[in-house]
């Protein structure tokens, strides 16, 4: 069964930082693999995907992340962060079921980010 | 594009009384449809699968006949809580599939 960790329940950053948000995956084959960014009472917003190529995805919004097979891993970084990036973000990896890029998806426990002035 | 959007987006309703989400793809159409639900502080659960012009497919713990999910075209998807209680209150996410899944705004249930 595929499975979605966030070890961060909730980081603080100063605005300016850099930001780095983990996520580590387990899933049987080659994994399909999303960032999802939620305002408070708001749906999920795609910030990037990776699919296959490029272990570095580039998103929205001035994210990337890194798929690192190695580790399990598909980390989210943004170099410099800003006030209006403070939300809840959720990590979650599909199955390409059919060879489609919309199989179930399974979800991290998401990690809330909050910024300082 | 790949607009999603979900109505109402807020319901408080009586216990016992069933309500009707619907949720909209608006510039694409999508033979596929999720339904999640989202407890406070917590992830979201993927509750069903629903497909255009078939039965939907509910995940394990998932009371089908509680939660009776409609696809009657590749635009719409409706969830319908039957016999609501306050347990089922919740925040509902839907989520339409194209090239990726594009998700709705949510709908906020809450059961007096």
């Known amino acids: 069964a595929q499975s979605v960790t966030q070890p961060d329940i909730h980081i603080t950053v100063s605005e300016g930082a850099s930001l780095e948000l983990r996520c580590n995956y387990s899933?049987?084959?080659?994994?399909?693999l999303f960032w999802y960014v939620q305002s408070p009472g708001q749906g999920l917003q795609l910030l990037l995907k990776?699919?296959?190529?490029?272990?570095l995805v580039q998103g929205i919004k001035g994210f990337e992340a890194e798929f690192k097979r190695s580790q399990s891993s598909f980390n989210l970084r943004k170099p410099s962060v800003h006030w209006s990036d403070a939300a809840e973000y959720f990590c979650?990896?599909?199955?390409?079921?059919?060879?489609?890029?919309?199989?179930?998806?399974?979800f991290g426990q998401g990690t809330i980010l909050t910024v300082h002035p | 594009g790949a607009v999603v959007s979900q109505h109402p987006s807020r319901v408080i309703c009586k216990s016992g009384t069933s309500v009707k989400i619907e949720c909209r793809s608006l510039?694409?159409?999508?033979?596929?449809m999720f339904w999640y639900r989202q407890f406070p502080k917590k992830s979201l659960m993927l509750m069903a699968t629903?497909?255009?012009?078939?039965?939907?497919?509910?995940e394990q713990g998932v009371e089908k006949d509680k939660f009776l999910i409609n696809h009657a075209s590749l635009t719409l998807s409706t969830l319908t809580v039957t016999s609501a209680h306050p347990e089922d209150s919740s925040f509902y996410i839907c989520?339409?599939?194209?090239?990726?899944?594009?998700f709705g705004p949510g709908t906020r249930l809450t059961v007096l």
């Open positions: 989520s339409a599939a194209s090239d990726t899944q594009y």
């Open positions: 899933y049987g084959a080659t994994p399909y």
């Open positions: 990776y699919f296959s190529g490029d272990t």
């Open positions: 979650a990896v599909g199955s390409n079921a059919g060879g489609t890029s919309y199989g179930k998806l399974t």
């Open positions: 510039d694409f159409q999508a033979t596929t």
């Open positions: 629903s497909n255009e012009g078939s039965k939907a497919t509910y």
